[in-house]
Protein backbone atom coordinates (compact mmCIF):
# COMPACT_ATOMS: atom_id res chain seq x y z
CA UNK A 1 0.00 0.00 0.00
CA UNK A 2 2.60 2.05 -0.80
CA UNK A 3 3.45 4.61 -3.64
CA UNK A 4 6.03 6.60 -5.77
CA UNK A 5 6.33 10.09 -4.83
CA UNK A 6 8.61 12.96 -5.21
CA UNK A 7 10.65 13.25 -2.09
CA UNK A 8 9.53 16.27 -0.11
CA UNK A 9 12.72 18.46 -0.16
CA UNK A 10 12.46 18.58 -4.26
CA UNK A 11 8.78 19.69 -3.99
CA UNK A 12 9.78 22.22 -1.18
CA UNK A 13 12.29 23.75 -3.70
CA UNK A 14 10.62 23.76 -6.19
CA UNK A 15 7.61 25.75 -4.38
CA UNK A 16 10.42 28.37 -3.44
CA UNK A 17 11.52 28.48 -6.68
CA UNK A 18 8.68 29.33 -7.95
CA UNK A 19 7.22 32.00 -4.79
CA UNK A 20 10.77 33.67 -5.85
CA UNK A 21 9.86 33.79 -9.60
CA UNK A 22 6.41 35.17 -8.84
CA UNK A 23 7.16 37.59 -5.65
CA UNK A 24 9.60 39.87 -6.09
CA UNK A 25 9.15 40.76 -2.06
CA UNK A 26 10.64 37.31 -0.97
CA UNK A 27 13.87 36.52 0.16
CA UNK A 28 15.03 33.47 1.76
CA UNK A 29 17.71 33.43 4.99
CA UNK A 30 19.11 30.92 6.75
CA UNK A 31 22.66 28.92 7.65
CA UNK A 32 24.16 28.01 4.43
CA UNK A 33 21.37 27.59 2.50
CA UNK A 34 23.00 29.78 -0.62
CA UNK A 35 26.17 28.33 -2.09
CA UNK A 36 25.60 24.82 -0.03
CA UNK A 37 21.59 25.07 -0.72
CA UNK A 38 20.94 24.12 3.02
CA UNK A 39 22.01 20.85 5.27
CA UNK A 40 19.09 18.96 4.06
CA UNK A 41 19.62 20.93 0.30
CA UNK A 42 16.13 22.02 0.23
CA UNK A 43 17.45 25.00 -1.37
CA UNK A 44 19.50 23.69 -3.82
CA UNK A 45 20.55 25.41 -6.73
CA UNK A 46 18.61 28.65 -6.02
CA UNK A 47 21.26 31.19 -5.24
CA UNK A 48 22.73 30.65 -8.57
CA UNK A 49 19.22 31.50 -9.97
CA UNK A 50 18.01 33.99 -7.87
CA UNK A 51 20.99 35.64 -6.69
CA UNK A 52 22.76 36.12 -2.97
CA UNK A 53 20.66 38.85 -2.46
CA UNK A 54 17.47 37.03 -2.28
CA UNK A 55 19.06 33.66 -1.02
CA UNK A 56 20.71 34.67 1.77
CA UNK A 57 23.54 32.90 3.73
CA UNK A 58 22.90 34.31 6.79
CA UNK A 59 25.49 34.49 9.93
CA UNK A 60 25.48 31.38 12.29
CA UNK A 61 22.91 32.62 14.71
CA UNK A 62 19.59 31.78 14.86
CA UNK A 63 18.33 35.13 16.99
CA UNK A 64 19.74 37.39 14.26
CA UNK A 65 18.29 35.35 11.29
CA UNK A 66 14.63 35.71 13.09
CA UNK A 67 15.28 39.21 14.78
CA UNK A 68 16.28 40.28 11.05
CA UNK A 69 13.45 38.80 9.12
CA UNK A 70 11.57 41.12 11.16
CA UNK A 71 13.20 43.87 10.63
CA UNK A 72 13.12 42.87 6.89
CA UNK A 73 9.41 42.07 7.28
CA UNK A 74 8.72 45.67 8.97
CA UNK A 75 10.06 47.02 5.62
CA UNK A 76 7.89 45.00 3.32
CA UNK A 77 9.66 42.22 2.58
CA UNK A 78 8.78 38.55 2.81
CA UNK A 79 11.39 36.69 4.28
CA UNK A 80 11.48 32.96 4.40
CA UNK A 81 14.02 31.89 7.13
CA UNK A 82 15.29 28.44 7.72
CA UNK A 83 16.55 27.16 11.15
CA UNK A 84 19.31 24.26 10.45
CA UNK A 85 17.69 22.04 12.96
CA UNK A 86 14.89 22.04 15.17
CA UNK A 87 17.10 21.53 18.19
CA UNK A 88 18.96 24.81 17.34
CA UNK A 89 15.38 27.11 17.17
CA UNK A 90 15.92 27.95 20.78
CA UNK A 91 18.33 30.75 20.41
CA UNK A 92 15.89 32.58 17.99
CA UNK A 93 12.66 31.93 20.81
CA UNK A 94 12.79 35.23 22.64
CA UNK A 95 12.68 37.29 18.30
CA UNK A 96 9.75 34.69 17.59
CA UNK A 97 7.89 35.03 20.69
CA UNK A 98 8.30 38.53 21.80
CA UNK A 99 8.64 40.42 18.72
CA UNK A 100 7.70 38.43 15.56
CA UNK A 101 4.60 37.12 17.16
CA UNK A 102 3.16 40.91 18.72
CA UNK A 103 4.80 42.94 15.54
CA UNK A 104 1.33 43.49 14.34
CA UNK A 105 -0.71 44.00 17.53
CA UNK A 106 2.30 46.43 18.98
CA UNK A 107 2.11 48.73 15.60
CA UNK A 108 -1.79 48.86 15.85
CA UNK A 109 -2.04 46.29 12.93
CA UNK A 110 -0.08 48.81 10.99
CA UNK A 111 2.56 46.62 10.17
CA UNK A 112 1.24 42.76 9.38
CA UNK A 113 5.32 40.95 8.90
CA UNK A 114 4.17 37.68 6.53
CA UNK A 115 7.40 35.87 7.85
CA UNK A 116 7.66 32.06 7.43
CA UNK A 117 10.52 30.23 9.26
CA UNK A 118 10.86 26.73 8.03
CA UNK A 119 12.37 24.18 10.69
CA UNK A 120 13.59 20.64 10.23
CA UNK A 121 12.72 18.53 12.71
CA UNK A 122 11.70 15.22 13.63
CA UNK A 123 14.07 12.27 14.48
CA UNK A 124 14.93 8.49 13.03
CA UNK A 125 17.38 9.67 10.85
CA UNK A 126 19.93 8.88 13.56
CA UNK A 127 20.70 12.52 14.17
CA UNK A 128 23.43 13.85 16.92
CA UNK A 129 21.80 15.15 20.57
CA UNK A 130 19.53 18.29 19.60
CA UNK A 131 19.26 16.98 15.52
CA UNK A 132 15.76 14.78 16.19
CA UNK A 133 13.28 17.03 18.21
CA UNK A 134 9.87 17.65 18.15
CA UNK A 135 9.48 21.29 19.38
CA UNK A 136 6.52 22.48 17.63
CA UNK A 137 4.24 22.23 20.58
CA UNK A 138 6.07 25.27 22.25
CA UNK A 139 5.06 27.48 19.32
CA UNK A 140 1.21 25.66 19.30
CA UNK A 141 0.34 27.75 22.58
CA UNK A 142 1.90 31.38 21.34
CA UNK A 143 -0.60 33.59 20.16
CA UNK A 144 -0.17 35.32 17.34
CA UNK A 145 2.28 32.16 15.52
CA UNK A 146 0.79 29.52 12.93
CA UNK A 147 2.10 26.82 13.36
CA UNK A 148 2.34 24.27 10.23
CA UNK A 149 3.42 20.86 9.85
CA UNK A 150 2.95 19.09 6.49
CA UNK A 151 3.58 15.94 5.71
CA UNK A 152 3.43 15.88 2.06
CA UNK A 153 5.32 17.85 -0.81
CA UNK A 154 1.72 18.93 -2.21
CA UNK A 155 0.84 19.94 1.70
CA UNK A 156 3.93 21.72 2.15
CA UNK A 157 3.14 23.68 -1.17
CA UNK A 158 -0.13 24.58 -0.12
CA UNK A 159 0.95 25.49 3.38
CA UNK A 160 3.93 27.83 1.65
CA UNK A 161 1.89 29.94 -1.09
CA UNK A 162 -0.71 30.20 2.26
CA UNK A 163 2.06 31.17 4.77
CA UNK A 164 3.97 33.53 2.87
CA UNK A 165 0.79 35.96 2.01
CA UNK A 166 -0.51 35.67 5.73
CA UNK A 167 0.50 38.77 7.41
CA UNK A 168 1.47 36.93 10.19
CA UNK A 169 4.45 34.55 11.08
CA UNK A 170 4.01 30.86 10.66
CA UNK A 171 6.38 28.20 11.56
CA UNK A 172 6.72 25.60 9.23
CA UNK A 173 7.86 22.28 10.38
CA UNK A 174 9.31 19.99 7.81
CA UNK A 175 10.07 16.47 8.72
CA UNK A 176 14.08 15.66 7.88
CA UNK A 177 12.99 11.42 7.47
CA UNK A 178 10.75 12.20 4.86
CA UNK A 179 12.98 15.36 2.79
CA UNK A 180 14.17 12.09 0.39
CA UNK A 181 12.39 9.49 0.75
CA UNK A 182 10.88 8.11 -2.51
CA UNK A 183 7.69 6.51 -1.63
CA UNK A 184 4.75 6.89 0.63
CA UNK A 185 1.92 5.03 1.98
CA UNK A 186 -1.14 5.65 0.24
CA UNK A 187 -3.11 8.66 0.58
CA UNK A 188 -7.56 9.39 -0.34
CA UNK A 189 -6.46 12.03 -3.17
CA UNK A 190 -9.42 14.38 -1.78
CA UNK A 191 -8.20 18.25 -1.86
CA UNK A 192 -8.03 20.07 1.35
CA UNK A 193 -11.25 22.21 2.48
CA UNK A 194 -8.71 25.07 2.21
CA UNK A 195 -5.25 25.43 2.74
CA UNK A 196 -5.42 25.77 6.77
CA UNK A 197 -7.75 22.81 7.18
CA UNK A 198 -7.09 19.62 8.58
CA UNK A 199 -7.28 16.57 5.36
CA UNK A 200 -9.11 13.19 5.81
CA UNK A 201 -5.84 11.14 4.20
CA UNK A 202 -7.75 7.77 4.63
CA UNK A 203 -11.61 7.23 4.79
CA UNK A 204 -12.69 4.86 7.53
CA UNK A 205 -15.27 3.78 10.19
CA UNK A 206 -14.55 2.44 13.18
CA UNK A 207 -11.72 4.62 14.81
CA UNK A 208 -10.06 7.92 14.01
CA UNK A 209 -6.47 8.56 14.53
CA UNK A 210 -5.29 12.53 14.20
CA UNK A 211 -1.63 13.08 13.66
CA UNK A 212 0.64 15.30 11.94
CA UNK A 213 4.25 15.12 10.94
CA UNK A 214 6.45 12.12 9.65
CA UNK A 215 4.85 9.78 11.46
CA UNK A 216 1.33 10.11 9.22
CA UNK A 217 3.46 7.66 6.99
CA UNK A 218 3.76 4.83 10.26
CA UNK A 219 -0.30 5.32 10.73
CA UNK A 220 -1.05 5.11 7.33
CA UNK A 221 1.15 2.02 7.55
CA UNK A 222 -0.80 0.81 10.59
CA UNK A 223 -4.23 1.48 9.21
CA UNK A 224 -3.80 -0.03 5.89
CA UNK A 225 -2.44 -3.63 7.43
CA UNK A 226 -5.63 -3.18 10.15
CA UNK A 227 -7.92 -3.53 6.89
CA UNK A 228 -10.30 -5.15 6.62
CA UNK A 229 -10.59 -6.11 10.35
CA UNK A 230 -10.50 -2.50 11.48
CA UNK A 231 -11.47 0.18 9.39
CA UNK A 232 -9.13 3.14 10.33
CA UNK A 233 -10.04 6.70 9.18
CA UNK A 234 -6.62 8.90 9.55
CA UNK A 235 -7.07 12.39 9.77
CA UNK A 236 -3.42 14.11 8.95
CA UNK A 237 -3.89 17.79 11.06
CA UNK A 238 -1.36 19.94 8.73
CA UNK A 239 -1.79 22.33 11.01
CA UNK A 240 -1.00 22.36 15.18
CA UNK A 241 -2.08 25.90 16.10
CA UNK A 242 -4.74 27.02 14.96
CA UNK A 243 -5.57 23.44 14.98
CA UNK A 244 -8.97 22.42 12.65
CA UNK A 245 -11.03 20.65 15.23
CA UNK A 246 -13.99 20.82 12.84
CA UNK A 247 -12.51 18.27 10.89
CA UNK A 248 -11.37 16.48 13.73
CA UNK A 249 -14.90 16.22 15.42
CA UNK A 250 -16.57 15.35 12.03
CA UNK A 251 -14.12 12.47 11.93
CA UNK A 252 -15.19 11.05 15.47
CA UNK A 253 -18.89 11.89 15.01
CA UNK A 254 -18.73 8.96 12.58
CA UNK A 255 -16.46 6.78 14.07
CA UNK A 256 -16.98 7.44 17.96
CA UNK A 257 -12.96 6.59 18.89
CA UNK A 258 -10.22 9.10 18.74
CA UNK A 259 -6.53 8.06 18.88
CA UNK A 260 -4.03 11.07 19.39
CA UNK A 261 -0.38 9.77 17.53
CA UNK A 262 2.23 12.12 17.68
CA UNK A 263 6.08 12.05 17.78
CA UNK A 264 6.98 15.29 20.15
CA UNK A 265 6.56 14.05 23.84
CA UNK A 266 2.92 13.55 25.03
CA UNK A 267 2.74 15.71 28.27
CA UNK A 268 1.22 19.27 27.77
CA UNK A 269 1.23 17.94 24.28
CA UNK A 270 -0.49 18.68 20.71
CA UNK A 271 -2.65 15.36 21.82
CA UNK A 272 -3.67 17.00 25.03
CA UNK A 273 -5.30 20.02 23.68
CA UNK A 274 -7.24 17.80 21.20
CA UNK A 275 -7.82 15.15 24.11
CA UNK A 276 -9.07 18.28 26.08
CA UNK A 277 -11.63 20.04 22.79
CA UNK A 278 -13.03 16.30 22.55
CA UNK A 279 -13.80 15.87 26.24
CA UNK A 280 -15.60 19.44 26.14
CA UNK A 281 -17.14 19.17 23.12
CA UNK A 282 -17.39 15.70 21.62
CA UNK A 283 -18.12 13.76 24.72
CA UNK A 284 -21.57 12.87 23.59
CA UNK A 285 -20.45 11.06 20.36
CA UNK A 286 -17.43 9.02 21.94
CA UNK A 287 -17.65 5.32 22.65
CA UNK A 288 -14.52 5.08 24.01
CA UNK A 289 -11.69 6.85 25.94
CA UNK A 290 -9.64 9.35 23.95
CA UNK A 291 -6.27 7.66 23.64
CA UNK A 292 -2.68 9.53 22.79
CA UNK A 293 0.18 7.88 21.30
CA UNK A 294 3.44 9.53 21.85
CA UNK A 295 6.93 9.35 23.69
CA UNK A 296 7.39 9.69 27.33
CA UNK A 297 8.26 13.27 28.26
CA UNK A 298 12.14 12.67 28.18
CA UNK A 299 15.32 13.88 25.99
CA UNK A 300 15.33 12.48 22.36
CA UNK A 301 17.84 9.86 22.78
CA UNK A 302 21.38 8.99 21.46
CA UNK A 303 20.86 7.52 17.87
CA UNK A 304 21.33 4.13 19.30
CA UNK A 305 18.14 4.10 21.12
CA UNK A 306 15.73 6.47 19.01
CA UNK A 307 13.55 3.39 17.93
CA UNK A 308 12.42 3.04 21.71
CA UNK A 309 11.49 6.64 21.48
CA UNK A 310 9.75 7.15 18.21
CA UNK A 311 6.16 5.45 17.85
CA UNK A 312 6.03 2.72 15.59
CA UNK A 313 3.67 1.11 13.12
CA UNK A 314 3.73 -2.15 15.39
CA UNK A 315 2.59 -0.02 18.36
CA UNK A 316 -0.11 2.46 16.40
CA UNK A 317 -1.59 -1.05 15.22
CA UNK A 318 -1.49 -2.52 19.53
CA UNK A 319 -3.15 0.45 20.28
CA UNK A 320 -5.88 0.39 17.66
CA UNK A 321 -6.62 -2.88 18.53
CA UNK A 322 -7.05 -2.57 22.33
CA UNK A 323 -9.17 0.33 21.45
CA UNK A 324 -11.57 -1.78 19.38
CA UNK A 325 -11.52 -4.81 21.46
CA UNK B 1 14.50 69.88 25.75
CA UNK B 2 12.43 71.78 27.75
CA UNK B 3 9.19 70.49 26.26
CA UNK B 4 10.65 67.12 27.14
CA UNK B 5 11.13 67.86 30.54
CA UNK B 6 8.06 69.14 31.33
CA UNK B 7 6.27 66.45 29.61
CA UNK B 8 8.23 63.65 31.42
CA UNK B 9 7.56 65.73 34.96
CA UNK B 10 3.60 65.84 34.34
CA UNK B 11 4.06 62.06 33.39
CA UNK B 12 5.98 61.34 36.98
CA UNK B 13 3.00 63.32 38.27
CA UNK B 14 0.12 61.63 36.36
CA UNK B 15 1.90 58.57 37.81
CA UNK B 16 1.60 59.48 41.46
CA UNK B 17 -1.28 59.97 41.08
CA UNK B 18 -2.55 56.69 39.59
CA UNK B 19 -3.25 57.99 36.25
CA UNK B 20 -0.44 56.42 34.78
CA UNK B 21 0.88 52.44 35.89
CA UNK B 22 4.67 53.38 35.24
CA UNK B 23 6.54 55.62 33.70
CA UNK B 24 10.71 55.49 32.54
CA UNK B 25 11.73 59.08 32.86
CA UNK B 26 13.86 60.55 30.00
CA UNK B 27 15.09 63.19 33.02
CA UNK B 28 18.72 63.92 32.04
CA UNK B 29 19.22 62.21 28.63
CA UNK B 30 17.17 65.61 26.89
CA UNK B 31 20.71 66.62 25.73
CA UNK B 32 21.55 63.40 24.37
CA UNK B 33 18.35 63.01 22.75
CA UNK B 34 17.55 66.17 21.39
CA UNK B 35 20.75 66.65 19.66
CA UNK B 36 21.08 63.30 18.51
CA UNK B 37 17.45 63.41 16.75
CA UNK B 38 18.32 66.87 15.62
CA UNK B 39 21.60 65.78 14.07
CA UNK B 40 19.93 62.74 12.00
CA UNK B 41 17.20 64.68 11.00
CA UNK B 42 13.92 62.99 9.91
CA UNK B 43 14.79 60.62 7.10
CA UNK B 44 15.99 57.97 9.31
CA UNK B 45 13.57 55.22 10.32
CA UNK B 46 14.53 55.35 14.46
CA UNK B 47 14.44 51.97 16.39
CA UNK B 48 13.59 53.41 20.09
CA UNK B 49 14.30 51.61 23.08
CA UNK B 50 11.55 52.67 25.81
CA UNK B 51 12.85 55.79 27.48
CA UNK B 52 13.66 57.93 23.89
CA UNK B 53 10.55 60.53 24.88
CA UNK B 54 12.52 63.52 23.83
CA UNK B 55 13.14 61.81 20.59
CA UNK B 56 9.49 60.55 20.00
CA UNK B 57 8.22 64.00 20.83
CA UNK B 58 10.48 65.84 17.99
CA UNK B 59 9.03 63.32 15.43
CA UNK B 60 5.58 64.75 16.15
CA UNK B 61 4.89 62.22 18.75
CA UNK B 62 2.04 63.83 20.94
CA UNK B 63 2.47 63.94 24.64
CA UNK B 64 -0.93 61.88 25.13
CA UNK B 65 -0.09 59.15 22.35
CA UNK B 66 3.29 59.10 24.09
CA UNK B 67 1.82 58.36 27.88
CA UNK B 68 -0.60 55.90 26.51
CA UNK B 69 0.80 52.55 26.72
CA UNK B 70 1.97 53.59 30.35
CA UNK B 71 -1.71 54.29 31.22
CA UNK B 72 -2.35 50.74 30.03
CA UNK B 73 -4.57 51.75 27.12
CA UNK B 74 -2.06 50.09 24.30
CA UNK B 75 0.66 48.63 23.30
CA UNK B 76 2.08 51.68 20.96
CA UNK B 77 0.29 54.86 21.14
CA UNK B 78 1.50 56.21 18.12
CA UNK B 79 1.78 55.59 14.05
CA UNK B 80 4.71 54.01 13.87
CA UNK B 81 5.04 54.38 10.06
CA UNK B 82 4.21 57.88 9.26
CA UNK B 83 6.48 58.87 12.26
CA UNK B 84 8.79 56.40 11.23
CA UNK B 85 9.66 56.25 15.00
CA UNK B 86 8.92 52.52 15.89
CA UNK B 87 7.35 51.18 18.92
CA UNK B 88 9.06 50.96 22.09
CA UNK B 89 10.37 47.51 22.52
CA UNK B 90 10.58 46.33 26.01
CA UNK B 91 12.58 43.23 25.80
CA UNK B 92 15.95 44.33 25.42
CA UNK B 93 17.85 45.11 22.87
CA UNK B 94 14.96 42.72 20.84
CA UNK B 95 14.95 46.18 18.79
CA UNK B 96 18.77 46.05 17.54
CA UNK B 97 18.45 43.55 15.17
CA UNK B 98 15.42 45.07 13.69
CA UNK B 99 16.82 47.70 12.92
CA UNK B 100 19.73 46.61 10.79
CA UNK B 101 17.31 43.85 9.30
CA UNK B 102 14.95 46.95 8.08
CA UNK B 103 18.29 49.36 6.90
CA UNK B 104 19.02 46.25 4.82
CA UNK B 105 15.27 45.35 3.86
CA UNK B 106 15.18 49.26 2.72
CA UNK B 107 18.40 48.84 0.79
CA UNK B 108 17.17 45.89 -0.60
CA UNK B 109 14.51 47.61 -2.39
CA UNK B 110 16.26 50.88 -3.48
CA UNK B 111 14.58 52.98 -0.55
CA UNK B 112 16.23 54.95 2.27
CA UNK B 113 18.08 52.61 4.34
CA UNK B 114 19.63 55.39 7.16
CA UNK B 115 18.42 53.55 10.60
CA UNK B 116 18.82 54.65 14.23
CA UNK B 117 19.12 52.56 16.94
CA UNK B 118 18.88 53.92 20.41
CA UNK B 119 20.05 51.50 23.06
CA UNK B 120 20.88 51.74 26.58
CA UNK B 121 23.58 50.54 28.43
CA UNK B 122 22.34 47.77 30.55
CA UNK B 123 20.92 46.45 27.39
CA UNK B 124 24.02 45.99 25.50
CA UNK B 125 24.70 43.16 27.75
CA UNK B 126 21.98 40.96 26.18
CA UNK B 127 23.35 38.59 23.39
CA UNK B 128 21.26 40.80 20.41
CA UNK B 129 23.20 43.67 21.03
CA UNK B 130 26.39 41.95 20.13
CA UNK B 131 24.52 40.03 17.52
CA UNK B 132 22.87 43.51 15.84
CA UNK B 133 26.46 44.80 15.75
CA UNK B 134 28.07 41.97 14.22
CA UNK B 135 25.25 41.79 11.80
CA UNK B 136 25.72 45.94 11.01
CA UNK B 137 29.19 45.46 10.65
CA UNK B 138 29.31 42.44 8.23
CA UNK B 139 26.36 43.46 5.98
CA UNK B 140 28.09 47.29 6.08
CA UNK B 141 24.18 48.49 6.72
CA UNK B 142 23.61 51.85 7.39
CA UNK B 143 22.59 51.89 11.04
CA UNK B 144 23.52 54.59 13.43
CA UNK B 145 23.90 52.96 16.84
CA UNK B 146 23.22 55.51 20.05
CA UNK B 147 23.68 54.33 23.50
CA UNK B 148 22.96 56.53 26.13
CA UNK B 149 25.15 55.46 29.01
CA UNK B 150 22.90 56.44 31.99
CA UNK B 151 25.68 54.47 34.37
CA UNK B 152 23.05 52.31 35.01
CA UNK B 153 21.01 48.97 34.70
CA UNK B 154 18.36 49.71 37.07
CA UNK B 155 20.64 48.88 40.09
CA UNK B 156 23.57 47.60 38.77
CA UNK B 157 26.28 50.41 38.13
CA UNK B 158 27.81 50.20 34.60
CA UNK B 159 31.60 49.64 35.81
CA UNK B 160 29.83 46.08 36.92
CA UNK B 161 27.99 45.64 33.60
CA UNK B 162 31.47 46.23 31.81
CA UNK B 163 34.89 45.74 31.54
CA UNK B 164 35.35 48.47 28.23
CA UNK B 165 33.25 51.34 27.08
CA UNK B 166 30.71 50.20 24.40
CA UNK B 167 32.32 52.05 22.07
CA UNK B 168 35.44 50.16 22.48
CA UNK B 169 33.39 47.06 21.68
CA UNK B 170 31.86 48.16 18.81
CA UNK B 171 34.98 48.78 17.18
CA UNK B 172 36.19 45.11 18.20
CA UNK B 173 32.85 44.60 15.39
CA UNK B 174 34.50 46.70 13.06
CA UNK B 175 32.02 49.72 13.79
CA UNK B 176 33.17 53.23 14.17
CA UNK B 177 32.59 54.61 17.17
CA UNK B 178 33.50 57.81 19.49
CA UNK B 179 31.74 57.85 23.15
CA UNK B 180 31.04 61.69 24.36
CA UNK B 181 29.43 63.39 27.25
CA UNK B 182 26.12 63.96 26.72
CA UNK B 183 25.35 66.97 28.85
CA UNK B 184 25.53 69.52 26.08
CA UNK B 185 23.03 69.01 23.28
CA UNK B 186 25.67 71.01 20.78
CA UNK B 187 28.18 68.16 21.76
CA UNK B 188 25.87 65.11 20.51
CA UNK B 189 24.92 67.81 17.62
CA UNK B 190 28.02 67.57 16.85
CA UNK B 191 29.62 64.02 17.13
CA UNK B 192 25.84 62.86 15.97
CA UNK B 193 26.17 64.69 13.06
CA UNK B 194 29.98 63.85 11.92
CA UNK B 195 28.27 59.77 12.94
CA UNK B 196 25.70 60.35 10.54
CA UNK B 197 27.53 61.76 7.74
CA UNK B 198 29.52 58.86 8.01
CA UNK B 199 26.67 56.42 8.05
CA UNK B 200 25.57 58.22 4.68
CA UNK B 201 29.13 58.51 3.01
CA UNK B 202 30.68 55.21 3.65
CA UNK B 203 27.00 52.79 3.86
CA UNK B 204 28.47 51.48 6.97
CA UNK B 205 27.17 51.63 10.72
CA UNK B 206 28.68 53.66 13.67
CA UNK B 207 28.02 54.15 16.93
CA UNK B 208 27.57 57.13 19.27
CA UNK B 209 28.23 56.12 23.23
CA UNK B 210 26.84 59.19 25.38
CA UNK B 211 27.50 59.61 28.46
CA UNK B 212 24.25 60.65 30.68
CA UNK B 213 23.19 61.54 34.11
CA UNK B 214 20.28 59.23 35.51
CA UNK B 215 18.43 61.61 37.28
CA UNK B 216 15.63 59.80 38.99
CA UNK B 217 15.13 55.89 39.29
CA UNK B 218 14.85 52.91 36.42
CA UNK B 219 11.19 53.23 36.98
CA UNK B 220 8.64 55.21 38.65
CA UNK B 221 8.66 51.40 40.66
CA UNK B 222 12.51 51.89 41.12
CA UNK B 223 13.56 53.14 44.64
CA UNK B 224 17.11 54.02 43.54
CA UNK B 225 18.32 55.86 47.18
CA UNK B 226 18.01 51.84 47.87
CA UNK B 227 21.34 51.25 46.29
CA UNK B 228 22.37 54.77 45.12
CA UNK B 229 24.01 57.02 47.51
CA UNK B 230 22.79 60.74 48.26
CA UNK B 231 25.79 61.90 46.91
CA UNK B 232 26.11 59.83 43.58
CA UNK B 233 22.06 61.13 43.04
CA UNK B 234 22.74 64.89 44.13
CA UNK B 235 25.55 65.26 41.41
CA UNK B 236 23.40 63.37 38.81
CA UNK B 237 20.64 66.25 39.45
CA UNK B 238 23.15 68.83 39.67
CA UNK B 239 24.83 67.76 36.25
CA UNK B 240 21.32 68.32 34.80
CA UNK B 241 21.78 69.11 30.76
CA UNK B 242 18.09 70.91 30.85
CA UNK B 243 18.86 73.33 32.90
CA UNK B 244 22.69 74.03 32.23
CA UNK B 245 21.74 74.61 28.51
CA UNK B 246 19.08 76.58 29.02
CA UNK B 247 21.66 78.98 31.28
CA UNK B 248 24.28 78.64 28.62
CA UNK B 249 21.84 79.87 25.66
CA UNK B 250 20.75 82.83 28.03
CA UNK B 251 23.87 84.26 29.16
CA UNK B 252 24.86 83.67 25.77
CA UNK B 253 22.34 86.61 24.79
CA UNK B 254 20.67 84.16 21.30
CA UNK B 255 17.40 83.69 23.38
CA UNK B 256 15.76 86.75 25.62
CA UNK B 257 13.11 85.96 28.38
CA UNK B 258 10.26 86.43 26.06
CA UNK B 259 11.83 83.24 24.24
CA UNK B 260 11.71 81.82 27.33
CA UNK B 261 8.28 82.60 28.38
CA UNK B 262 6.68 81.28 24.88
CA UNK B 263 8.53 77.97 26.18
CA UNK B 264 7.49 77.98 29.18
CA UNK B 265 3.65 78.79 27.89
CA UNK B 266 3.72 75.85 25.75
CA UNK B 267 5.04 73.54 28.28
CA UNK B 268 2.19 74.36 30.65
CA UNK B 269 -0.38 74.26 27.93
CA UNK B 270 0.99 70.76 26.88
CA UNK B 271 0.67 69.64 30.47
CA UNK B 272 -2.56 71.09 30.95
CA UNK B 273 -3.87 68.75 27.74
CA UNK B 274 -2.29 65.77 29.57
CA UNK B 275 -3.42 66.20 32.83
CA UNK B 276 -6.85 66.69 31.27
CA UNK B 277 -6.53 63.62 29.24
CA UNK B 278 -5.59 61.39 31.81
CA UNK B 279 -7.21 62.37 35.11
Redesign the interface.
Known amino acids: MSTASAPLAESINATLADLLDKEPALLLLGEDIGRLGGVFRVTRGLRDRFGADRVRDSLLAESTIVGQAVGLAMSGLVPVCEIQFDGFTYPAVNQLVTQAARIGERSNGQVSPSLVVRIPSGGGVRGVEHHSESNEALFARVPGLSVACPSTGEDADQILRYAVRLGSPVVVYEPIRLYWRRNAPVRDAGPAKSPTAARVVRRGTDLTIATFGAVTHEVLQAAHALAPTVDVEVVDLRWVAPLDMDTVMESVAGTGRLLIVHEGSKDVGIGAEIAAFMAEHGFGVLRAPVRRLAPARRAYPPADFEKDYLIDVQQITDEVLVMTK | MLVARGVDEEARQLQKQGALDLWLSCQGQEAAQVGSALAVGPAPTVFPSYREHAVALLRGVTPAELVAQWGGR???GW???SLRF??Y?L?LA?Q???????????R??G?EDFVVVYIGDGATSE??MS??M??AA?ESASVLFVCQNNGWAISKPAREQMRTSLAERARGFGIEAVRIGGRDPETVFSACSQAAAHVRAERSPCLVEIQVARMHGHSTSDAQEIYRSGEDIAEARAADPVTAYAARLRESGLVDAAWFDGVEAEVRLLREQLMKEYT
Open positions: TFCDPLFPTVATLHGVGYSIGQLQRGDEANLV
